[in-house]
């Protein structure tokens, strides 16, 4: 095991297919506890601050779905990886309306909807390429407004706004659990807040939620999308 990631050095081969082995072997056990099946569950590996060449090494590893959290960072390692087949980026930090063209322009998946000009933005930076972008709208579990995320009483009127946009296709809800509470009770607060969803967008049935350290929490409530991170990468270099 390395003790600290350099921003230029990806991860060794070797430790990271042990410990993506290693996590999905723990997915698989969290599913069969849940009864749930596995086919229900995309696995993301967050990428953010390691460099392109990650990117890369997992996607020989097998990997499809990778997620990043700032638009510059999506965008450059996007355009250094360039087109492989089947591999899904997914955005999921804080979305900026100036930058929504960008973020779509590499995002298959946007996980951070969480206000009507954002879900605007997106919309209107619609191209060819990109008919329907698929969206999850983020929910804020905590009490501070400060934090990303849509506070749950203003969630449903959200869904109207975003299902009310051409291009977008809300599949669901997402959220970070908060750290001074119990994921399994934030995470059962975030699965009302998607059955919520569901009375106006019946069809959006995802739930992004589980990090390296809940993700096992998140699947027995219902998460399809676990966005892992460094239980899979290793350390993350220091934000450049
Ligand atoms: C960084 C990040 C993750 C992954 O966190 P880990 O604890 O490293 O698994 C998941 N979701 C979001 C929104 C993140 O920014």
């Not at 993301?44 to 590893?61: C, D, M, Q, S």
């Not at 933005?121 to 995320?149: K, S, W, Y």
Request: with cysteine.
């Amino acid at each position: 095991m390395t003790a600290s990631a350099t921003p230029d050095e990806p991860p060794d081969e070797d430790d990271l297919a042990r410990r993506l082995a290693d996590v999905d072997a723990r997915i698989d056990e969290a599913v069969r506890a849940a009864r749930r099946q596995p086919e229900e569950i995309t696995r993301i590996v967050v990428t953010k601050f390691h460099p392109e060449k990650l990117v890369e090494r997992l996607y020989a590893l097998g990997v499809r779905d990778v997620g990043e959290n700032r638009q510059q960072e999506l965008s450059a390692k996007h355009e250094a990886v360039g087109p492989l087949p089947d591999l899904h980026w997914h955005f999921i930090g804080q979305a900026q309306t100036n930058k929504a063209r960008a973020i779509r322009a590499a995002a298959a998946v946007v996980h951070s909807v969480d206000r009507p000009k954002i879900a605007d933005a997106l919309d209107r930076a619609a191209d060819e390429g990109h008919p329907i972008l698929d969206v999850f709208l983020q929910v804020n579990l905590t009490d501070d407004p400060g934090r990303g995320g849509v506070a749950p009483a203003e969630l449903v009127a959200l869904a109207e706004h975003t299902a009310g946009c051409g291009t977008l296709r809300v599949r669901g809800v997402m959220a970070v659990a908060p750290l001074d509470e119990a994921p399994a009770a934030a995470f059962a607060r975030l699965a009302r807040c998607a059955d919520a969803v569901r009375t106006v967008v019946p069809e959006a049935t995802w739930m992004s939620a589980g990090m390296t350290g809940d993700f096992a929490e998140a699947i027995a409530v219902g998460a399809t999308h676990l966005r892992i991170g460094t239980a899979i990468t290793g350390p993350r270099p220091e934000r450049g």
